[in-house]
């Protein structure tokens, strides 16, 4: 069983996927990915965070990027071993056990194991008291600087999920649920959820 979630920042989809792991009893992989990834490049947990948020290129697919001189190719060898690893990550953590894994392009990357695909997202009025509650550092930003991070954060996500994968960032289309959060209590949509996953 692999199960993976896409989610808007502030959606609670991090925390909707550990509440799911735990009532599934199965493993759950979110931040745990990055560590991995750092053991393997010899790069900092850090600097592998920065580069999977990072936009990637937008002119041209990865395949063909490398033959135009002027752009940065170091840091695009970077990118793109990074990627490489994070899917070798990915594919040996769904081969090892039963698992939710959060975000990373999971659900393109393990397409091959079937998993069932979650995309969680809520308003925007939502998101906002979601980062207040769950981030004491959110209480000292104005709304309106609020409400610009948590576009930037996801307009990154869409921008790098779709860059690799070729798809569109939540898209109906490329999941098995979609999942609106807004004003809802994560702890009773989870039974239902794994109910349904086991079905």
């Not at 393997?40 to 592998?48: C, G, I, K």
């Not at 920065?50 to 002027?70: C, D, G, M, R």
């Not at 709304?143 to 948590?150: E, G, P, V």
């Not at 289309?173 to 009773?188: E, G, M, R, W």
Request: some cysteine.
């Amino acid at each position: 069983m692999v199960i993976t979630i896409g989610r808007e920042f502030g959606s609670g989809g991090r925390e909707l996927g550990r509440l799911l792991a735990e009532e599934l009893g199965i493993e759950y992989y979110d931040k745990e990915i990055i560590t991995e990834i750092a053991k393997r490049t010899a790069l900092s947990e850090q600097y592998v965070k920065q580069v999977v948020e990072k936009n990637p290129h937008e002119l041209f697919p990865i395949s063909v990027a490398h033959t135009f001189s002027y752009i940065d190719t170091q840091s695009l060898q970077l990118t793109r071993m990074i990627f490489m690893e994070q899917e070798r990550v990915l594919k040996q953590m769904a081969q090892a056990s039963d698992c939710v894994i959060v975000g990373r392009c999971a659900d393109y990357i393990l397409q091959d194991f079937k998993p069932f695909k979650i995309f969680v997202y809520a308003d925007m009025d939502s998101k906002v008291e979601r980062c207040l509650k769950r981030n004491e550092k959110a209480d000292n930003l104005p709304r309106k600087k609020l409400i610009r991070k948590i576009k930037a954060v996801d307009k990154n996500r869409a921008r790098y999920y779709n860059y690799y994968t070729g798809k569109k960032w939540g898209d109906i289309l490329n999941y098995d649920i979609c999942i609106n959060t807004s004003n809802a209590d994560l702890k009773a949509i989870v039974p239902h959820l794994a109910k349904m996953v086991k079905e």
